[in-house]
């Protein structure tokens, strides 16, 4: 049983956060002196480090948190296997959840704008982490945390399943969490955060059903804001597949809905307000809001924009000679040499165009692929292909090899010198050598 005080690899324990069925959370400091590595931690240690469950949800989180590079994620700063523990970022700031308990104390006010921004970060950051190909699947107001400075942090990808208020619907029916998983639970934390309860009426310790009628919870969401409304009533669709099809649409959805609201976002006052001691004034509090800048306009597309293809009815114009100024090459210095065609298409790994240099009619020549507005041979760099849209195999037209200019006499000269120079040096040693090998024999 760990106690403060207790060393831990580089971190010796100072306070223990909250206590799990598999491990604990202790917020621990750093005791090497001059590093260069966050001095404040916080440690998740297994109860046993013979406890192979809990070894690998370690190994699970600490694989997740490093696959992810995002200011809004919580890093992982190491996994130490000896000991059980996982060393993770310390979040400064308030959970969602410690927020709406403030909120309905009287000491903040969570305004609908405000809602709608920080769901916007918290929508990008869950792109960020599904392009990673993780999932987080206990996205709620305890793994939610608001810094003093206004941004948020998403924590706790080991969360029990037990302490979700609500269950998504898919869970129920035994399925493993997805991305669309991700979106329901980010659609009911926002509910939670507008009608200041559970989506479900549900409660920590008790999760609801999540296979129930919404639209009586979401009626008082479209009644403070309409759009929201709209956005989560898909968000929250019973079937994965009536949800979003990807995060990038959530965003451009709630975008919207921001600019359709009245009054500014203002997350700086509310984290300053949650993270304010009790009964303290609130620094503003005459001004109803702050003034932040405008979200960012939404690009054109989300994703890669698929490779555009030619009308069919459009006949391409012919297609100029691609110019090769080396001889046709061979991998045998002795062989036959090869005239090269070259065909441009997609790289189906990269989706750059590139040139793919064929070979045929020549056995054991294998293709060479070089990138576009790149030269290239096998046994040279003179190699100018000619730039084209489509996949047409482009003709290759072999230029003579210009002859290369002769040395000027100057050089000649202390080329000359220095052979000569090398050719004495090689007989004066041998000469030193023979001599040697004389003496010792006589």
């Not at 090899?401 to 050089?411: G, K, Q």
Request: charged share 25%.
């Amino acid at each position: 049983m760990n106690r403060p005080g207790d060393r831990v690899g580089p971190f010796e324990l100072v306070e223990l956060i909250a206590a799990r069925p598999l491990s604990n959370l202790w917020r621990a400091e750093r005791s090497e002196a001059g590093s260069r590595e966050a001095r404040v931690v916080v440690l998740r240690i297994a109860h046993h480090t013979m406890d192979s469950r809990a070894m690998s949800e370690l190994r699970k989180e600490y694989d997740a948190l490093r696959a992810v590079q995002d200011p809004r994620v919580r890093k992982a700063h190491g996994f130490y296997a000896g000991f059980g523990a996982l060393a993770l970022e310390f979040v400064d700031g308030m959970s969602l959840a410690s927020v709406l308990a403030r909120a309905a104390e009287g000491g903040v006010s969570v305004d609908v704008p405000t809602v709608v921004d920080l769901t916007l970060e918290l929508a990008g950051a869950l792109r960020v982490v599904h392009s990673a190909g993780v999932v987080h699947g206990r996205i709620c107001l305890d793994t939610v945390r608001l810094r003093p400075d206004g941004e948020v942090v998403i924590t706790d990808f080991a969360l029990p399943l037990e302490r979700l208020a609500v269950i998504p619907p898919e869970f129920k029916q035994g399925q493993p969490a997805n991305a669309a998983t991700d979106q329901w639970l980010l659609g009911a934390l926002v509910a939670n955060l507008i009608l200041g309860v559970p989506l479900l009426g549900g409660r920590v310790g008790d999760p609801t059903d999540g296979r129930r009628d919404l639209r009586g919870p979401l009626a008082g969401v479209t009644a403070e804001c309409p759009p929201l409304g709209r956005i989560l009533s898909r968000m929250l669709a019973r079937d994965p597949r009536d949800r979003y099809p990807d995060d990038g649409m959530v965003i451009l959805d709630l975008l919207a809905a921001l600019r359709s609201l009245d009054g500014p976002p203002s997350r700086e006052r509310l984290a300053r307000a949650s993270n304010r001691p009790v009964g303290a004034p609130v620094a503003g509090a005459a001004q109803r809001h702050e003034p932040r800048m405008r979200p960012p306009e939404p690009e054109p597309a989300i994703g890669p924009a698929p490779y555009p293809a030619p009308p069919p009815d459009l006949h391409p114009p012919p297609l100029p000679p691609l110019y090769v100024t080396e001889p046709p090459y061979s991998l045998d210095p002795d062989g036959p040499r090869v005239q090269p065609s070259l065909r441009r298409h997609v790289d189906a790994t990269t989706g750059f165009p590139a040139t793919e240099i064929i070979s045929p009619g020549e056995a054991g020549l294998p293709p060479v692929t070089a990138r576009a507005n790149r030269s290239w041979t096998p046994t040279g760099p003179e190699l100018v292909p000619a730039v084209h849209e489509d996949d047409t195999e482009l003709p290759v037209v072999h230029a003579p090899r210009p002859t290369p200019p002769e040395p000027p006499p100057e050089a000649r000269g202390h080329r000359t010198l220095v052979d000569g120079l090398a050719a004495f040096a090689l007989v004066l040693l041998l000469a030193v050598g023979a001599w040697a090998i004389l003496s010792r024999l006589l």
